[in-house]
């Protein structure tokens, strides 16, 4: 996927890896992150696979730098990957799956949890703050503005996902607050299928 993201800003300009890192870090991190080293390395990848090549610019005083361009086939494959109808949409997610065995821990520890991630859901939504200036300021690189309205869209969906989330952890800590003490919702939960099962044989 990173591969692809790279293509598609190198597509909009002619762009160095520090600048490529820097729209990373300016304009796609809220919803991909990439570490520089990551960068430089696909960089590698795509200029062997003939999707992207460069040109030395000689600098003074400093060493000179590569700008890198997509190439033909480069555009053929940036294209190729966004009409594929893969959206990506793989069911992992850290949050639930810790959130599931969290009948494990004291109710009280889990609603703390559920806190710090209704604050980190709120420093994120603050993050994307400056966001629609940095889109703004690449958008100089475009020659067809209408290609803005779809980063604004995933600005949009930053801010919603984050909504949501907020929303679903302040739900969860009104579930936890009004559970009883005598058992966790899991060991209920289990506890009720037995009693069923139990009623039933007997019937």
Known sequence: MLKHGILGLINYHELTGYEIMEAFRD??????????????RELQVLEKQGWV??????????????LFYITAAGKEELLSWLGDGNWGMVSRNPILMKVFFSGERKKEENVQCFQRLIEDCERALKSLEPVPESIEAYS?????KEKVLYWQMT????????????????DCIRRLEGVEESGS????????????TGGEEQK
């Open 155 to 170: 600005v949009d969906y930053g801010r919603r996902n984050f909504r949501m989330c907020m929303e679903w952890a302040k």
């Open 27 to 40: 304009s796609l991190n809220f919803f991909w992150s990439a570490q520089t080293s990551q960068i430089y």
């Open 53 to 66: 090549s460069k040109t030395v610019v000689a600098q003074t005083g400093k060493p000179d730098k590569n």
């Open 140 to 144: 100089s690189y475009l020659d067809d």
């Open 185 to 196: 919702p899991q060991e209920d939960a289990v506890q009720a299928a037995l009693d069923k």
